[in-house]
Every structure is written in structure tokens, then in C-alpha cells.
């Protein structure tokens, strides 16, 4: 009867060892599993705080689409309205320059244009180059002028240099745009 006295506790020890070794393999299993709801919790969250930024992201471009046809329009609106029609242009530039130095009480010296054609905007870039004389008050009475003026000015650069009799000449670098013919519309063909 000892052999099956040995036998059987054997079997009692290697039954009692996977008990242990299982306890050990749940006791883990409890641990990473606590630790696993918190890690969940997280991404969770994160995925939801990016749902919420990506959804205000569609409504935001959402918006945006149906303004598009308004936006364009007040485009079209502004190309329209400040941008000379090539045609007239300078004619109406050296109007407008003339008459805001007249008013101002100042005497223009020089009108130089120079141009430039805008690859693909039906634009012309146009550099206007002026030069007048005047007392202080009359020059700052010009710049405002041109700042207040119907017409699309961009101030580029300005010079002082000082004249006689207590006078200023000022050397103005001004761009505009005007608005080339846009090409017409075969007809019949």
C-alpha cells in the first residue's frame, strides 16, 4: 500500500500545483483586467473629443459651402467695382490724381505708368509712380485722399526729400489693378 499511498499523493501534489499555477494565471489575468477598463476609459474618451472636433470640422465646412455663392458674388461685386475697366483706366487714375492734388493744394511734377499683366486673373497690374510738391498738410491731405478714393489703390513706397521755400516734394509709388476685356463669345460657329 505504499505505492498507491505515493502515487496518490502525488497526484495530490501536482493536482494542488495547477491550483496554484491557476490561482497565479487568474490573479494576473484580475489584474491586467483592472488596469484594462482604465486604459479603455481613455481611448474612449479620446475617440469621443475627436468624434466631436471632426463633427464641428463638418459643421464648420458645411457652413462655408452654403456661403460660397454669397462669398463669390461679393468677389465678382469687388472685382466689379474697385478694378478699372482696362479701357479707362488710366485716364480715370490721372483724373483721380489730379484732382485729389488739386484739392489737397499740391503740384504734380510726374505721372509715370508701368504694367504688368496677372498670369490668369483677367488682371492688369499697374505702378504708378508719382511725384508732387507741397507744404506738409497738403501731402498728408493727398495720402488721405488716395486711402479714401472709390478707386483700388495698394501704397507701395513713398519718399520725402526736402525743396525750397519750405516745401516737400514727395516721390509716391502706388499699384493698382485694372480689368482686362474679357474675350467675347464666338458667335455662330
Not at 2 to 25: E, F, N, Y
Not at 73 to 79: D, Y
Request: proline share 3%; with cysteine.
Amino acid at each position: 500500500m505504499k505505492r498507491p499511498a505515493r502515487h496518490w499523493k502525488r497526484r495530490v501534489r501536482v493536482t494542488l500545483g495547477l491550483i496554484v499555477l491557476a490561482d497565479l494565471v487568474l490573479a494576473g489575468l484580475v489584474i491586467r483586467s483592472g488596469a484594462q477598463p482604465t486604459a479603455l476609459r481613455e481611448e474612449r474618451d479620446r475617440l469621443a473629443m475627436q468624434f466631436r472636433q471632426l463633427s464641428d470640422d463638418v459643421v464648420r465646412a458645411q457652413a462655408v459651402r452654403s456661403n460660397l455663392p454669397k462669398v463669390a458674388q461679393q468677389c465678382a461685386n469687388f472685382f466689379e467695382q474697385q478694378f478699372l475697366d482696362a479701357s479707362r483706366g488710366y485716364s480715370a487714375v490721372l483724373t483721380d490724381f489730379t484732382r485729389l492734388a488739386q484739392r489737397a493744394g499740391l503740384e504734380i511734377q510726374r505721372i509715370g505708368f508701368r504694367q504688368d499683366s496677372v498670369d490668369k486673373r483677367q488682371l492688369t497690374e499697374v505702378r504708378i509712380e508719382v511725384n508732387v510738391e507741397g507744404d506738409y498738410p497738403a501731402l498728408v491731405r493727398f495720402i488721405n485722399g488716395l486711402e479714401r478714393s472709390e478707386h483700388f489703390y495698394l501704397m507701395n513706397s513713398l519718399a520725402l526729400a526736402s525743396s525750397t521755400a519750405g516745401r516737400i516734394k514727395l516721390t509716391l509709388e502706388v499699384k493698382t489693378y485694372f480689368r482686362n476685356a474679357l474675350p467675347q463669345a464666338v458667335v455662330g460657329g
